[in-house]
Every structure is written in structure tokens, then in C-alpha cells.
């Protein structure tokens, strides 16, 4: 079983930046795909990062050039750097895990950009 809690959300204007932290435990098995995903209102949620472990890394066309995901495997938590935010980023972001067939996500966490 594996857990997600994430964190790092709020308001922003936009053109900030900001850092969404997702800290994860369970068992964690090789051959996984971490990653963030995000659902505005009244949208579908759409892939935003994932990163493999081999630190392979793909991004949504929406946010590439201004988010980066990394890991830090020592502390158990994964990250969503989010550059030069515009109001279209608005969205509730959850942190996923896909392994053995199975998507876990995390609570959601909600960035609101403005003007």
C-alpha cells in the first residue's frame, strides 16, 4: 500500500514561482512512474510531470520550460517546481504513483494563481 500526502499549495500572483512537496511511503517497487497531475474546474485531470527512476523525465506541453520534477529519494518526497506561474495554472495538483497496474494519488493540493 502505498501513501501520498502532499503539500505547498496556495495563492500566488501570477509570475511567481512555487514548490508543491508530495511526501510518499509504502512499498515503492522498481519499475514505477511518480508523477503530478493537475484538474482545473470543471476539466479533466491531465498529466503535468512524471519522472522514472532512472530520472527519465516528460512534462505537459502546457507547463514545459517553466516546471521541473525531481525526487529526493533519501527523504522520500517528490517535487513540483513551478516557475513563471500564469493564471491558466490554476488547478488542484495531485501526486501520483502508478506501479503493478495500480494509480495512488494523493489528496490534492490547490494552486490558485491570479492577476
Known amino acids: 500500500q502505498v501513501q501520498l500526502v502532499e503539500s505547498g499549495g496556495g495563492l500566488v500572483q501570477a509570475g511567481e514561482s512555487l514548490r508543491l512537496s508530495c511526501a510518499f511511503s509504502?512499498?515503492?517497487?522498481?519499475?514505477?512512474?511518480m508523477g503530478w497531475y493537475r484538474q482545473a474546474p470543471g476539466k479533466q485531470r491531465v498529466m503535468v510531470a512524471q519522472?522514472?527512476?532512472?530520472?527519465?523525465?516528460l512534462y505537459g506541453d502546457s507547463v514545459k520550460g517553466r516546471f521541473t520534477i525531481s525526487r529526493d529519494s533519501a527523504k522520500s518526497v517528490l517535487y513540483l517546481q513551478m516557475n513563471r506561474l500564469k493564471l491558466e495554472d490554476t488547478a488542484v495538483y495531485y501526486c501520483?504513483?502508478?506501479?503493478?497496474?495500480?494509480?495512488?494519488w494523493g489528496q490534492g493540493t490547490q494552486v490558485t494563481v491570479s492577476s
Open positions: 509504502g512499498s515503492i517497487f522498481r519499475g514505477h512512474i
Open positions: 519522472i522514472t527512476p532512472g530520472d527519465n523525465t
Open positions: 501520483n504513483i502508478y506501479q503493478r497496474g495500480v494509480d495512488s
